[in-house]
């Protein structure tokens, strides 16, 4: 059975600092392409970070130099550090999974009907 368990979520004032995980099962997680998606109320879901199995990343703009994907891929877990978080950050994030692309294209198009998504874990940044 497959599964995308996120962790480390929460609230926190602006400015501050979290770090997300995501434990995955019941697939090879290096055939995969890895993302972290946020999407807030009323809004679509936007790609955050993404990366596949060599390691190589990418962001969307607007979190360049705040926050940091990274993986194990020994323990199957996914990371997103987020620094200097904003308000307007606050959503509920979700990890996904799909077979192998570049992650410029996991960004930008997020997942295909092959793919994996995660529960989600809430994100409130206070101003």
């Known amino acids: 059975q497959v599964q995308l368990v996120e962790s480390g979520g929460g609230s926190v004032q602006s400015g501050g600092s979290l770090r997300l995980s995501c434990e995955v099962s019941?697939?090879?997680?290096?055939?995969?392409?890895m993302g972290w998606f946020h999407q807030a109320p009323g809004k679509a879901r936007e790609g955050v970070a993404a990366?596949?199995?060599?390691?190589?990343?990418a962001y969307a703009d607007s979190v360049k130099g705040r926050f940091t994907i990274s993986q194990d891929t020994a323990k199957k877990t996914l990371y997103l550090q987020m620094n200097m978080l904003k308000p307007e950050e606050t959503a509920r994030y979700y990890c996904?999974?799909?077979?192998?692309?570049?992650?410029?294209?996991?960004?930008?198009?997020?997942?295909?009907?092959?793919?994996?998504w995660g529960q989600g874990i809430q994100v409130t940044v206070s101003s």
């Open positions: 019941g697939f090879t997680y290096s055939s995969y392409s």
């Open positions: 996904g999974a799909d077979p192998i692309r570049p992650p410029e294209s996991l960004l930008d198009y997020g997942l295909t009907q092959r793919g994996f």
């Open positions: 990366i596949d199995n060599e390691g190589t990343t």
